[in-house]
């Protein structure tokens, strides 16, 4: 049976998709994860987790780019990684920025349609009583 992905497996999976370097691959990745979450999940498993998905997306078209690294000495070698890491990050957060700002603008018109207010819309919560009794 296939395992089940934690939100601290995923978070795995998306640093070491952001850090991969060569030809990446939906198998190759179910490979190189087994060891870190303790199971090899399937490519299914993976893809249908779309923070997954979008990352290895992603790092695809980054790799299709043609970004080459270039020999350096370990010291600039470990920095150039970690610079990699966080551009790759970077870039991936902000297709999830972009994706979350569609959504908003269409919700938004979505309220506006069906005679939804700004005031409703930027209401507070209501308080959750949780020290108080419950009912039986």
């Known amino acids: 049976m296939a395992k089940h992905l934690t939100s ?21 990745l179910c490979d190189a ?13 993976l893809s249908s987790h779309s923070q997954v998905k979008a990352a290895f997306g992603q790092k695809k078209l ?12 370990a010291s600039l070698n470990i920095a150039e990684q970690r610079i990699g890491r966080l551009e790759s990050e970077n870039s991936r957060l902000r297709a999830e920025n972009s994706a979350l700002l569609e959504r908003f603008i269409k919700w938004q018109y979505n ?18 009583d949780r020290e108080g009794e419950r009912p039986r």
Not at 10 to 18: G, S, W
Request: glycine share 8%; hydrophobic share 40%; aromatic share 6%.
């Open 8 to 28: 601290k497996d995923i978070a795995i999976l998306i640093n070491l998709i952001d850090s991969w370097e060569g030809k990446l691959g939906w198998e190759t």
């Open 33 to 45: 994860v087994a060891p870190l979450i303790g199971a090899r999940p399937t490519r299914q498993t």
């Open 62 to 73: 980054q790799q299709k780019s043609g970004f080459v690294a270039t020999k350096r000495p």
């Open 111 to 128: 309220a506006y349609k069906h005679g939804v207010s700004k005031e409703k819309l930027d209401a507070e919560l209501p308080v959750i």
